[in-house]
């Protein structure tokens, strides 16, 4: 298993600022995402943080609005950016280890924008 | 595009009574997993299934997997308020990429 350590828990921030997301794993991972859900809704995938090189986005994200860095194999961060109220949910970090293992998830962080 | 869709979104339940969760998908996948969701909470992983016709057990919930079918159940025996949480299926895309269903709000009344 993968212990994932998400900071900050939540945050309430200003309209117009930007976040940034850290997620730790006590472990090399293969694979580290992110992932948004909104309120009351389901969970969508944002993109795959690429160790090394520049994240692989879903469609309907864009690296200028969430850029993520992947310096090495146990640490990712998600930015957002130029934030509106309509940023508000919880963001959550997944990391996967290999073919016969799952997804393990943070804990997430829950922002407020006002 | 995989498309995962779980049914129903929401269900009330007596307690004592036994239901199941249907999650259908798009395209072919031999990763599928169950989470369990409390209010303001992360995510729970229940179960893992990693080929057709995997069927796993825990307490009350039992998960199965058809691929062929593209279906996933979860099924709740003799439900309990305790089991009264929000209930995802994901569907691996690849390497560990999940595309979720919409959730099943379960509400188990006393």
């Known amino acids: 298993s993968a212990v994932i350590s998400q900071k900050p828990s939540r945050d309430i921030c200003q309209r117009g600022t930007s976040l940034t997301i850290q997620c730790q794993v006590d472990?090399?991972?293969?694979?580290m995402f992110w992932y948004r859900q909104q309120p009351g809704q389901s969970l969508t995938l944002i993109a795959t943080?690429?160790?090394?090189?520049?994240?692989?986005?879903e469609s309907g994200f864009v690296i200028d609005k969430f850029p993520i860095s992947r310096p090495n194999l146990t640490f990712s961060t998600l930015t957002v950016s130029n934030m509106s109220p309509e940023d508000s949910s919880i963001y959550l970090c997944?990391?996967?280890?290999?073919?016969?293992?799952?997804?393990?998830f943070g804990q997430g962080t829950r922002l407020t924008v006002v | 595009e995989l498309k995962v869709e779980q049914n129903p979104l929401f269900l009330s339940m007596q307690e004592g009574k036994n239901y199941t969760i249907y999650c259908n998908y798009s395209?072919?996948?031999?990763?599928l997993y169950w989470y369990r969701q409390d209010p303001g909470k992360s995510l729970e992983s229940l179960f893992v299934?990693?080929?057709?016709?995997a069927v796993k057990q825990e307490g009350r919930l039992m998960a199965s997997l058809d691929t062929k079918a593209r279906l996933s159940t979860l099924h709740i025996t003799a439900a309990v308020h305790d089991l009264s949480a929000t209930y995802f299926c994901?569907?691996?895309?690849?390497?560990?990429?999940?595309?979720f269903g919409g959730g099943t709000r379960l509400m188990v009344k006393p």
């Open positions: 994901a569907v691996d895309k690849g390497s560990g990429a999940l595309t």
């Open positions: 472990s090399q991972v293969t694979m």
């Open positions: 299934l990693l080929s057709n016709g």
């Open positions: 395209t072919t996948s031999d990763r």
């Open positions: 997944s990391v996967w280890t290999g073919q016969n293992t799952e997804a393990f």
């Open positions: 943080a690429n160790q090394g090189s520049e994240a692989t986005y």
